[in-house]
Protein backbone atom coordinates (compact mmCIF):
# COMPACT_ATOMS: atom_id res chain seq x y z
CA UNK A 1 0.00 0.00 0.00
CA UNK A 2 2.78 2.48 0.84
CA UNK A 3 4.78 1.88 -2.26
CA UNK A 4 1.38 2.47 -4.16
CA UNK A 5 0.26 5.42 -2.58
CA UNK A 6 4.32 6.88 -3.26
CA UNK A 7 4.13 5.89 -7.25
CA UNK A 8 0.67 7.64 -6.89
CA UNK A 9 2.06 10.97 -5.31
CA UNK A 10 5.01 10.71 -7.87
CA UNK A 11 2.61 10.32 -10.86
CA UNK A 12 0.64 13.30 -9.67
CA UNK A 13 4.30 15.57 -9.36
CA UNK A 14 5.18 14.29 -12.72
CA UNK A 15 2.19 15.93 -13.97
CA UNK A 16 2.57 19.06 -12.11
CA UNK A 17 6.03 19.04 -13.34
CA UNK A 18 4.63 18.59 -16.86
CA UNK A 19 2.34 21.50 -16.86
CA UNK A 20 5.67 24.17 -16.26
CA UNK A 21 7.17 22.76 -19.63
CA UNK A 22 7.01 24.82 -22.81
CA UNK A 23 7.06 23.99 -26.43
CA UNK A 24 9.22 25.97 -29.36
CA UNK A 25 5.88 27.80 -29.47
CA UNK A 26 5.60 29.16 -26.44
CA UNK A 27 8.85 30.71 -26.31
CA UNK A 28 9.75 34.26 -27.04
CA UNK A 29 10.22 35.34 -30.40
CA UNK A 30 14.33 35.90 -31.51
CA UNK A 31 15.20 39.10 -29.94
CA UNK A 32 18.33 40.43 -31.48
CA UNK A 33 21.34 41.00 -28.93
CA UNK A 34 21.15 44.97 -27.51
CA UNK A 35 23.02 47.63 -29.83
CA UNK A 36 25.53 50.30 -29.04
CA UNK A 37 25.32 53.15 -30.45
CA UNK A 38 22.55 55.13 -31.76
CA UNK A 39 19.25 53.56 -33.99
CA UNK A 40 21.02 55.45 -36.47
CA UNK A 41 23.97 53.99 -36.51
CA UNK A 42 22.30 50.30 -36.40
CA UNK A 43 20.85 51.26 -39.75
CA UNK A 44 23.44 52.63 -41.01
CA UNK A 45 25.42 48.82 -40.30
CA UNK A 46 22.49 47.34 -42.27
CA UNK A 47 22.97 49.07 -45.41
CA UNK A 48 23.40 46.24 -48.20
CA UNK A 49 21.29 44.00 -46.79
CA UNK A 50 19.11 42.52 -49.20
CA UNK A 51 15.24 43.36 -49.29
CA UNK A 52 12.88 39.92 -48.91
CA UNK A 53 9.35 39.96 -48.58
CA UNK A 54 8.42 39.17 -45.05
CA UNK A 55 11.77 39.51 -43.96
CA UNK A 56 12.88 40.59 -40.48
CA UNK A 57 16.96 39.48 -40.14
CA UNK A 58 20.22 40.69 -41.26
CA UNK A 59 20.26 36.61 -42.65
CA UNK A 60 17.28 36.25 -44.31
CA UNK A 61 17.17 39.78 -45.31
CA UNK A 62 13.92 42.87 -44.88
CA UNK A 63 11.29 44.06 -46.25
CA UNK A 64 10.18 47.60 -45.04
CA UNK A 65 9.00 47.45 -41.43
CA UNK A 66 10.87 44.37 -40.60
CA UNK A 67 14.12 46.56 -40.77
CA UNK A 68 12.66 48.73 -38.69
CA UNK A 69 11.57 46.71 -36.22
CA UNK A 70 14.46 45.00 -36.04
CA UNK A 71 16.71 47.86 -35.93
CA UNK A 72 14.71 49.48 -32.90
CA UNK A 73 13.95 45.88 -31.08
CA UNK A 74 18.10 46.46 -30.92
CA UNK A 75 17.71 49.50 -28.66
CA UNK A 76 14.86 47.85 -26.67
CA UNK A 77 11.97 49.90 -28.47
CA UNK A 78 9.19 47.19 -29.28
CA UNK A 79 7.39 48.13 -32.39
CA UNK A 80 4.61 46.41 -34.18
CA UNK A 81 5.10 44.42 -37.18
CA UNK A 82 3.15 45.48 -39.97
CA UNK A 83 3.72 49.25 -41.14
CA UNK A 84 0.10 50.30 -40.53
CA UNK A 85 0.37 49.35 -37.35
CA UNK A 86 3.77 50.84 -36.75
CA UNK A 87 2.48 54.73 -37.83
CA UNK A 88 0.02 54.16 -34.80
CA UNK A 89 2.88 53.37 -32.68
CA UNK A 90 4.74 56.65 -32.00
CA UNK A 91 3.79 60.14 -31.78
CA UNK A 92 3.02 62.29 -34.79
CA UNK A 93 5.70 64.62 -35.85
CA UNK A 94 5.53 67.18 -38.49
CA UNK A 95 8.00 67.32 -41.48
CA UNK A 96 9.53 70.41 -40.37
CA UNK A 97 10.33 69.02 -37.05
CA UNK A 98 12.05 65.64 -38.31
CA UNK A 99 15.02 64.15 -36.16
CA UNK A 100 17.06 61.47 -36.50
CA UNK A 101 15.59 58.09 -35.89
CA UNK A 102 12.16 59.54 -36.68
CA UNK A 103 9.97 56.95 -38.83
CA UNK A 104 8.68 58.43 -41.91
CA UNK A 105 5.93 56.92 -43.72
CA UNK A 106 5.26 57.11 -47.77
CA UNK A 107 1.87 56.42 -49.71
CA UNK A 108 3.69 55.75 -52.93
CA UNK A 109 0.37 54.50 -54.22
CA UNK A 110 -1.65 56.84 -52.70
CA UNK A 111 -3.18 53.89 -50.12
CA UNK A 112 -2.24 53.24 -46.93
CA UNK A 113 -2.52 49.40 -47.76
CA UNK A 114 0.87 50.01 -49.19
CA UNK A 115 2.63 51.81 -46.95
CA UNK A 116 6.14 52.23 -46.85
CA UNK A 117 8.39 53.33 -43.69
CA UNK A 118 11.93 54.34 -43.09
CA UNK A 119 14.26 55.68 -40.77
CA UNK A 120 14.96 59.35 -40.87
CA UNK A 121 18.90 59.92 -40.78
CA UNK A 122 18.30 63.48 -39.38
CA UNK A 123 19.89 65.49 -42.72
CA UNK A 124 16.95 65.00 -44.92
CA UNK A 125 17.88 61.22 -46.04
CA UNK A 126 16.07 58.14 -44.82
CA UNK A 127 17.08 54.41 -44.48
CA UNK A 128 14.86 51.56 -45.63
CA UNK A 129 14.83 48.92 -46.95
CA UNK A 130 13.50 49.55 -50.38
CA UNK A 131 11.69 46.69 -52.57
CA UNK A 132 11.83 43.14 -54.60
CA UNK A 133 15.68 43.28 -56.12
CA UNK A 134 16.96 46.10 -53.44
CA UNK A 135 18.87 46.38 -50.83
CA UNK A 136 18.49 48.49 -47.61
CA UNK A 137 19.68 52.09 -48.27
CA UNK A 138 19.72 55.40 -47.96
CA UNK A 139 17.92 57.95 -50.51
CA UNK A 140 17.03 61.65 -49.86
CA UNK A 141 13.23 62.09 -48.79
CA UNK A 142 13.69 65.50 -51.19
CA UNK A 143 13.58 63.07 -54.44
CA UNK A 144 10.79 63.38 -56.73
CA UNK A 145 9.28 59.77 -56.44
CA UNK A 146 9.59 59.77 -52.14
CA UNK A 147 8.35 64.00 -52.49
CA UNK A 148 5.35 63.02 -54.42
CA UNK A 149 4.45 60.15 -51.98
CA UNK A 150 5.50 61.40 -48.61
CA UNK A 151 2.47 60.50 -46.04
CA UNK A 152 3.64 61.04 -42.72
CA UNK A 153 6.48 60.80 -39.21
CA UNK A 154 6.38 59.67 -35.89
CA UNK A 155 8.90 60.08 -32.97
CA UNK A 156 9.17 56.37 -31.21
CA UNK A 157 11.82 57.63 -28.89
CA UNK A 158 12.23 60.48 -26.60
Request: hydrophobic fraction near 40%; charge should be positive; proline fraction near 8%.
Amino acid sequence: MFVVCRLALLACFALFLGGCAFSVADRAPFAPPPATGTVLETARELIGVPYRPAGETPGEGFDCSGFVKWVYARHGIRLPRRTQDQLMAGRPVRKEELRAGDLVFFAPSGALSSLHVGIFDGHGGFIHSPSRGGRVRQETIWAPYWKSSYYAANRVTQ
